[in-house]
């Protein structure tokens, strides 16, 4: 039998243990929901970003995508690898313990730090006070943003977009009308009818009054990396349509063609993946997004096939810190190691994936009709096989 100071050492090495465990749970719960998260809207992730421009660039506006058909395909996918990211993560770092006995031998010191816990953020809450006119305005413009994307063309029904010429608006037409506001509405509340508000007078002068958002906020805080990496990659794609680098990457790709469309779309998020891993998602997506389009237009499958199965993929990447930026932040905090990230990340990537998979064969078939080889895809086709027959003409006459 142990002796009582053996068994004190010993609880408080396993609480040691446990709160460590708890730490990193915690920690990796936040990059976890942040990639998931971004999955479910076309704005969320960069990967999604690129996938509606290079759909737009390859294909034009008629391949179906849009925020709201978007949201309608991915959000329950993204749902459902939240709640299984969540059990993971419960069953890995918290309630192992509870198969030790662990919980219920210090279930009085749980409770009194439960409730210190409950006060701390009580306390924090109450901190931060009413919402202010600014959050209040912004939060309003947000709503805004997220119904003129929702009823630009839902689809089963005439949206807004339809009082224009076809092709004129698209969900960057929403978010520049909404951004714009922003430069003009005032950070401070105005009196009806007059541009000033009690606070805008100062010893009978005009005081200005900032807007909710100013050029020199934008310039300095302005992820402008990322655009230009955005619009290198659409400049990319279009450079390999009409230079028929694209074709021919996708006509290397035939020995996948004795497989059905589901194995090679599978391949595809599993490749793709693993990728992501070490490099950016972003920049990953701008690589394979345009080899896809070409790979299905020359299977004859639905392009979107492959490249929504490819985007969603950029997504889950949990194994490493550098794969994407919340990894690295969480990474930065110290509790947790990289191999902690790998055990805990493998597991979702191959969870996130098949669920993924099985979106994409159920709702993904349903709303953007996959299985089927569409009109737009069969121009781009004609088009590309046109451009190359007149190149070869001209080169084989010395032109």
């Not at 030790?100 to 031998?105: A, I, K, P, T, V």
């Not at 924090?124 to 119904?147: F, N, Q």
């Not at 929403?174 to 509405?185: D, E, K, P, R, W």
């Not at 055990?343 to 669920?355: A, E, P, R, S």
Request: aromatic fraction near 12%.
């Amino acid at each position: 039998m142990k002796p009582p100071e053996a068994t004190s050492v010993t609880a408080d090495d396993e609480g040691d243990k446990a709160y460590a465990l708890v730490c990193k749970g915690i920690i990796l719960c936040v990059p976890y929901a942040a990639n998931i998260g971004g999955t479910a809207t076309l704005i969320g992730t960069g990967p999604n970003l690129v996938l509606i421009g290079q759909a737009e660039t390859l294909f034009g506006t008629d391949t179906g995508i849009n925020f709201g058909t978007y949201l309608a395909y991915a959000f329950p996918g993204m749902v459902i690898c939240l709640l299984l990211t969540w059990a993971w993560l419960q069953l890995y770092y918290i309630d192992r313990w509870c198969c030790w006995g662990f919980r219920r031998n210090r279930s009085d010191s749980n409770s009194d730090q439960n409730d210190r816990a409950a006060r701390y953020i009580r306390r924090a809450y109450d901190d931060l006070g009413p919402m202010s006119y600014p959050e209040i305005v912004v939060a309003i413009h947000v709503c805004l943003v997220a119904l003129l994307w929702l009823s630009r063309d839902p689809k089963f029904i005439p949206g807004w977009a339809s009082f224009f010429k076809d092709g004129y608006i698209t969900d960057s037409t929403a978010g520049m009308i909404v951004a714009m506001l922003l430069f003009v509405m005032p950070s401070k509340p105005p009196q009806f009818l007059c541009g000033f508000g009690k606070q805008d007078f100062e010893n009978d002068r005009v005081v200005r009054v900032p807007k909710l958002l100013e050029w020199d906020v934008v310039s300095q805080k302005m992820a402008w990396n990322v655009v230009f990496l955005l619009g290198g990659g659409f400049a990319l794609a279009e450079a390999c349509k009409e230079s028929g680098l694209s074709e021919w990457l996708g006509e290397q790709f035939l020995i996948l063609k004795d497989f059905s469309p589901e194995v090679i779309a599978l391949l595809i998020a599993i490749i793709v993946g693993a990728f992501t891993e070490i490099t950016s998602n972003t920049s990953t997506a701008s690589i394979f997004l345009p080899i896809l389009a070409a790979l299905g237009v020359s299977l004859g499958v639905n392009p979107l096939f492959l490249m929504i199965s490819a985007s969603i993929a950029c997504s889950f990447a949990f194994m490493l810190p550098v794969a994407t930026p919340p990894n690295a932040i969480a990474f930065a905090y110290g509790h947790v190691s990289v191999w902690d990230m790998v055990k805990t990340g493998f597991i979702l990537n191959v969870v996130c994936i098949l669920v993924s998979f099985m979106c994409l064969n159920t709702l993904g078939v349903w709303i953007f009709d996959l299985k089927t080889y569409p009109d737009w895809a069969s121009d781009m086709a004609s088009t590309t096989t046109m451009m190359t027959t007149i190149t070869a003409n001209v080169s084989s006459t010395g032109l």
